[in-house]
């Protein structure tokens, strides 16, 4: 079992407008942009489990493209 210190060891909950479940991870809001995912909040963003599985989960898509559109 991991010792979270900060604001995730406090018990924030999920950024993520309609969620209530507590944070597991801290990511910068440029990051959360670019996997398109509704914020409300300030300069970080706190994520749940099922939440920070989703922001993997577009943030590889996004980069996929952006390499091959690179790649060109």
């Known amino acids: 079992m991991a010792i979270f210190v900060g604001k995730i060891g406090k018990g924030i909950t999920c950024s993520i407008s309609d969620c209530s479940e507590i944070a597991i991870r801290s990511i910068s809001n440029e990051k959360l942009d670019s996997a398109r995912l509704k914020i409300s909040g300030a300069r970080r963003s706190y994520l ?17 493209i952006d390499k091959w559109r690179w790649s060109v």
Do not use: P
């Open 48 to 64: 749940c489990k099922r939440h920070y599985k989703e922001f993997k989960k577009k943030r590889r898509e996004t980069r996929r």
